[in-house]
Structures are given as structure tokens and as C-alpha cells.
């Protein structure tokens, strides 16, 4: 077991924001290089990315699954190993077929690396009290973006798309890899029984997919369309791709307000909090017009962060270490079908308006807040 929990947070850390920068995050800097290169049309590699979505949601409850069977240190080290062969290849990719198989391969990486291995070696390690250590690396992983896109362009800049991409994946063997084989627990406690059926969909996990299933589908929405209603509430382009902005810096500052302000709330309380932040600043802006629409993108941003945080503490909470990587995974496994078709659906809505947009995300918040009702330890 390491023997500092700083390291070992750091180390955690260190892996999502490579993780998320290296794939969730690629193509906002790389899509267009790649498809300019290779004759591609932009959005066949979105297209892609979408079924590196679908397969990451198909492969997470297996992941999960290996995760309470062998630890944590296994499962990152394979995703590590998954992501640099994808990027190998989409690096090296001399036809666009390469490069649109190599952007669906992001998706076995993603489906093993993306928070839920984490959270599952700080649950074996920590137990019920693995929140300040979850809400850490969370903190930490939020800067996958803010960190990512940067990265990406100077990388694109100094060494082309193709250089870009082999750096990423360097990044993965040569810094994620060594960190989770050295510093990572084989496993952090025996193997809680031996493998049986998978985790039943009892009331409780039914009610958090429904959650988060909300709560993914208008992160992922936003992520795509934020500037674009905010222009559609009267903001111009320059300024509203600058306020567009405040919902990440309003991410991070919640999940540190989580980590050194709520760590003492029921988490139960602290997400249906959550769930209240984007209707908040989605009233606002409608009712206020044009000088109130920031209040969208720090609505957002505040109530995404403390959901993100929750995503890994509600499970631990309500039912225990016992199975947390699988019933984690398989609490998440709807999310990540709707997060796919997220993008689109919501861009029919703000097609006919932002303020159907601004309905439609306010009212799946009011099924979220509804959801939290019934919450209690198993």
C-alpha cells in the first residue's frame, strides 16, 4: 500500500487529467488538423467519438467487475496501455478508416481510465471515509480540460497532429503507466467473494442511473452547446465563448468548495443541492434576458462539479465498499448511452430556441432533484 495518501492522490490525479486530456478532450484541438490532412469530413471523427462513448459504457461494468477482483493498479495500468495503442495508431493512421478505428479504439481506454478505477482504489483503501480523497482527485481530474486543450495546441503547434498524438500516448507509458505500476496496491483488501451474479438494480441504484443519467446528459450537452445558446441569448460570440468558459473555472471551484466546506454534509444533500444550480441560472437568464445569461454557465458549472464528486461518493455511502468498482460502473453504464446522444438531442431544442433548450435541461434538473427522495444507506 503507498505509503503517502498525497502521493497516492497525486498519482490518481496525474492519470485522469492525462486520461480525459488525451481522449474526451482531443478532438476540441485536433479534429480539424486531422480531417484536413486525411480528406475527412469533421464530423465522421465526432461520429467516432460518439462509439468510443458507446463502447466505454458497454466495457465499464466488466471494468468494474475486474476492478474489485484485481485492484485498481490492473485495471489503470491496462487502460494506460489501451489508450497509447489508439493513439499509436491515430497517430500513425495513413487513411482516414485508420483514423476513424483509432478514435473508436479511445473508447476501451476510456470505459477502464475514466474515474471509476480511481475511485475504486481510494474506496478499497479508505472505505466510507473516501470522500475527501474522491473529491481530491476529482478536483484534480477537472483539469483535464483546462489543461488538455492548451497542451494539445502547443503539441500541434511544435510537433504536427500526428506528433501530438504520440506524445499523448507517451504520456501514458511513460508517466501513467510506471506511476500506477510503482506506487499503486496490488489490491488494497481480499476479494470480497468469489465472482457471482452481477450487482441486482434494487430501488436505490435505479434511482442514481436516473441521476446521473441527467446530470451526464446535460454536462455532455452543454460541453457542445454553451457558447451557442449563450449567443442565442443575446451574448456576442467573443463574449459568450468567454463566459462559456466560466462554467469549467465554476467546476473546479465547487468541488474545492466540496472538499474543504461540505465535506461534513450528507452527500445525499449535497447533490440534490446540486441538482438545483443549472435551474437556478437557467430562470435567471429567462427571466432577466441578456445581462443574466453568466448565470447559465456558473449554474452549470457549480451544480456539475458537486455531481461529479457524488457520481463517486453516493455509492460508497449508500451501500459500502463491497462491489463499489462494479455497482459504480453499473450505476454510470446508462449515463454513458445518454451522454452519447446527448449532443444531438439537445441541439434539436436549442435549434428552435434557447429558451426550449433552457426547458428542456431545467426540467430533466427537477427529475434529478426528485430522484435524491429515497436515498438512504442499504
Request: hydrophobic share 60%; charged share 10%; aromatic share 8%.
Amino acid at each position: 500500500m503507498p505509503s503517502h495518501p498525497v502521493r497516492l492522490i497525486a498519482v490518481l490525479g496525474l492519470g485522469q487529467v492525462v486520461a480525459f486530456a488525451s481522449s474526451y478532450y482531443l478532438l476540441g484541438v485536433l479534429a480539424d488538423p486531422v480531417a484536413s490532412a486525411l480528406d475527412l469530413p469533421v464530423a465522421w471523427l465526432f461520429v467516432a467519438l460518439t462509439g468510443a462513448f458507446l463502447i466505454s459504457a458497454v466495457l465499464s461494468p466488466l471494468a468494474g467487475r475486474w476492478i474489485d477482483r484485481c485492484g485498481g493498479r490492473e485495471v489503470l495500468s491496462l487502460s494506460s496501455l489501451a489508450f497509447a495503442a489508439a493513439l499509436i495508431l491515430l497517430g500513425l493512421a495513413p487513411h482516414p478508416a485508420i483514423a476513424l478505428l483509432a478514435v473508436l479504439a479511445l473508447g476501451p481506454g476510456m470505459g477502464l481510465g475514466l474515474y471509476g478505477a480511481a475511485f475504486a482504489v481510494l474506496a478499497g483503501i479508505h472505505g466510507k471515509a473516501a470522500r475527501g480523497p474522491i473529491t481530491a482527485v476529482s478536483l484534480i481530474g477537472a483539469a483535464g480540460g483546462a489543461v488538455g486543450w492548451p497542451a494539445s495546441v502547443l503539441l500541434v503547434s511544435a510537433l504536427g497532429w500526428r506528433g501530438a498524438c504520440l506524445a499523448w500516448a507517451g504520456a501514458h507509458l511513460m508517466l501513467c503507466l510506471p506511476a500506477y505500476r510503482l506506487w499503486l496496491p496490488r489490491r488494497v483488501r481480499p476479494a470480497s467473494a468469489p465472482p457471482g451474479p452481477p450487482v441486482p438494480w434494487d430501488p436505490t441504484l435505479v434511482r442514481l442511473a436516473v441521476l446521473f443519467c441527467g446530470a451526464w446528459f446535460i454536462a455532455t450537452a452543454l460541453a457542445a452547446h454553451l457558447p451557442r445558446l449563450l449567443e442565442r441569448l443575446g451574448l456576442e460570440a467573443t463574449t459568450a465563448a468567454a463566459i462559456a468558459g466560466l462554467m469549467g473555472v465554476a467546476a473546479i471551484l465547487a468541488r474545492a468548495v466540496d472538499l474543504f466546506v461540505f465535506h461534513r454534509a450528507h452527500p445525499v444533500l449535497t447533490a440534490r443541492l446540486a441538482t438545483l444550480c443549472h435551474p437556478v441560472g437557467a430562470l435567471a437568464a429567462m427571466g432577466l434576458g441578456t445581462p443574466a445569461a453568466f448565470a447559465v454557465a456558473l449554474g452549470q458549472g457549480v451544480g456539475n462539479g458537486l455531481l461529479s464528486v457524488a457520481s463517486g461518493v453516493l455509492p460508497l455511502v449508500l451501500y459500502g465498499p463491497d462491489r463499489y468498482g462494479e455497482r459504480q460502473a453499473r450505476m454510470l453504464m446508462p449515463a454513458r448511452f445518454v451522454q452519447a446522444a446527448a449532443p444531438a438531442l439537445y441541439g434539436v431544442a436549442l435549434g428552435h430556441s434557447a429558451a426550449l433548450a433552457l426547458m428542456l435541461s431545467t426540467g430533466i434538473c427537477g427529475v434529478m432533484f426528485a430522484m435524491t427522495f429515497g436515498l438512504r444507506p442499504r
